[in-house]
C-alpha cells in the first residue's frame, strides 16, 4: 500500500466523506477502489481498442468484380 495525500475544497471533501459513509467504508478506501474500477474500465477499453485495430482486414465483396461506378448506383 502506498499513503498518498490529495487536496480538494472543503464542499468536495465533505460530500466524499458522507458517500463513503452510507457506503460504511472509509474516505481512503473508497476513492482507492474507485480508482481501480476506473483503471479496470480503461484497461477494458484499451484491449477492445487493440482487438478492433489489430484484427485482420477483409475485403467488402468475395467476388473480384470491380465496384459499380458511382453514376449508375445513383441514375434516376
Request: aromatic share 10%; glycine share 2%.
Amino acid at each position: 500500500m502506498k499513503n498518498v495525500t490529495i487536496t480538494m475544497d472543503e464542499e468536495v471533501a465533505h460530500w466524499a466523506k458522507v458517500h463513503a459513509a452510507k457506503m460504511d467504508m472509509s474516505l481512503s478506501k473508497m476513492l482507492g477502489e474507485t480508482l481501480r474500477e476506473q483503471m479496470g474500465k480503461e484497461k477494458k477499453y484499451d484491449q477492445a481498442m487493440n482487438r478492433f485495430f489489430f484484427r485482420p482486414c477483409s475485403t467488402l465483396r468475395e467476388t473480384s468484380e470491380p465496384y459499380p461506378a458511382r453514376e449508375s448506383l445513383y441514375e434516376r
